[in-house]
C-alpha cells in the first residue's frame, strides 16, 4: 500500500470507529460483512444511519455529501416526501399481490411514451434479470446464441453477461479482446459464447461481428459505460453498430440502467440511435428494488401468454409490485425535461470546473462523463475503452476516493458519482474545492 493511501485510510479509521465495530460483527454472518460487492471498499465501508435530500449520516454521525446516490439510483435524493408517502400509503393496501394491478400500466405507459425503442415493456426487479431477459428474447428472436459485449462492460452478475467485466492488466491479450472468465470455474462453454469487441473501435468491432454474423443473436452495450466513468460511445460508433446489426438480423440491446438518467428517454434520444430493446432499473423504482425490459413490439411478443402460451417463460413473485411501481411513478413524473437540463446543465459545469482543478495542479487526470454523471481518472491519456481505464494511476484513485471521504464527499469508489435533483452550485463548489483540497495532499 502506497503512502498516500495509508494516510487517508488513518484519517479514515480515527473518523469511524462505530463503522469498525459493525464491520466486525457483519463479518461472522455476511462473507466480507456484506451482500453487496460495490457496498464493500478497503479498509470498511462506512455504515449508513440515515439520508435526506442530498446527504448521508453514517452511525459515528458524520455527514456526507452523496454523489454516489446508491449506484446513481436516487435522482430525487434520499427519503423523499412524496416516494416515502406513495411507499407508506401502498403499505397499508398491501405491498405485493399475486394479480396485476393498475400501478404497473401508469409507469409503462410513461416509459413506453418516452423511449423511443420500446414499445412494450415488463417489470424485473433489478436490472441483471432485465438484461438476462432482454438477450433470452434475442436468441428466441434470432435461433442464434452468441452475444456481443463490450470488454470491461457491466450488465449484471448472470453468466452470459460475466465475461471480460474486470479483467486484470496481466490478463489481457495486447493484440486483442478475448473473453476472460469473471471466476476461475466459469463454464468454458459460456466463453465460446460471448464475442468480446474493444470500446469505440469500429474496425475491431466490425471484423469480430462479421466473422461471427451467421451465430450472433444480439450486442448488448451500455451507450454511456458506466465501469468507464461514465464514458460516452463517439457518435460514429453507435451509428456503426445500429448499422451492422441492422444489416446482419442482429438484436442491438442498449443497457441503460444507468444512462437513462440523462434524458426523458435516454441515452438512445440524447444521442439519436435507437437499439431494438433496452433494460432499465436504478431510477425507475424510486429506491426500490426494480429492473425492466422493453422494446419492440415483435420481439417482446415472445412474452404474450394471451395466444396459446407465452414462447419465453417469465416469473417473479415480486415483478411490478405495487410499491416499486408507484414510486417509479413519482420519480418519473418529477423528471420534467426542465429538471434534466437543469442537472445536465450542472453536471456540464462540474466537469469542467473539475478539469480546471487538475489543470491548476498540473495533474494529469481526465474527467469524463455525460449529463448530470462524472468520472474521474488519473492519467495523462484520454479515456476511450476499458484499457485506457485499467492503465490509470490506481493508488491515486484509491487516495482520491477515501481522501473525498474524510472531506464529508461520498463519490463511487472508482471515483465517479452522479447529480440529483437536489444538487445546485453550492454543492458543486463543495465538491469541487474538496477534491482542490485532496489533491494537494496526495499529489
Known sequence: MSSIVQKEIEKYVARTPGSYKRQKEAEKVLPGGSSRGTAYFEPYPHFIESGHDHYIVDVDGNEYLDFMINATSLILGHANANVADVIKDQADKGVAFSGPTDSQISLAKILTDRIPSVDTIRFTN??????????????????????????????????????????????????????????????????????????????????????????????????????????????????????????????????????????????????????????????????????????????????????????????????????????????????????????????????????????????????????SLFGIHFTQNSIRNYRDVVNTDSDMKRAFFVGMLNEGILLQSGAAGALNVFSDENHVNQLVNSARKVVQRIR
Open 126 to 371: 433489478s436490472g441483471t434479470e432485465g438484461t438476462l431477459m432482454a438477450i433470452r428474447a434475442a436468441r428466441q428472436f434470432t435461433g442464434r446464441e452468441k452475444i456481443v459485449k463490450i470488454e470491461g462492460g457491466y450488465h449484471g452478475s448472470h453468466e452470459y453477461v460475466a465475461v471480460s467485466v474486470y479483467p486484470s492488466k496481466n490478463s489481457l491479450d495486447p493484440d486483442k479482446t478475448t473473453a476472460i472468465p469473471e471466476y476461475s470455474k466459469q463454464p468454458a462453454s459460456v466463453l465460446e459464447d460471448v464475442i468480446v469487441v474493444p470500446y469505440n473501435d469500429i474496425e475491431e468491432t466490425a471484423r469480430m461481428i462479421e466473422e461471427n454474423s451467421e451465430t450472433v443473436a444480439c450486442v448488448i452495450m451500455e451507450p454511456i459505460v458506466s465501469s468507464f466513468g461514465y464514458t460516452p460511445a463517439n457518435l460514429d460508433y453507435l451509428e456503426f453498430v445500429r448499422e451492422i446489426t441492422t444489416r446482419l438480423g442482429i438484436i442491438l440491446i442498449y443497457d441503460e440502467v444507468q444512462s437513462f438518467r440523462v434524458a426523458p428517454g435516454g441515452a438512445q434520444e440524447l444521442f439519436g440511435v435507437v437499439p431494438d430493446m433496452t433494460t432499465l432499473g436504478k431510477i425507475i423504482g424510486g429506491g426500490m428494488p426494480v429492473g425492466a425490459f422493453g422494446g419492440r413490439r415483435d420481439i417482446m411478443d415472445l412474452f404474450d401468454p394471451t395466444n396459446g402460451g407465452a414462447d419465453i417463460a417469465h416469473a417473479g413473485t415480486f415483478n411490478a409490485n405495487p410499491v416499486t411501481m408507484r414510486a417509479g411513478e413519482v420519480v418519473m413524473n418529477a423528471l420534467t425535461p426542465d429538471v434534466y437540463e437543469a442537472m445536465n446543465n450542472l453536471g456540464e459545469k462540474l466537469r469542467n470546473q473539475l478539469r480546471a482543478v487538475f489543470d491548476e495542479l498540473e495533474v494529469d487526470a481526465q474527467v469524463t462523463g455525460v449529463g
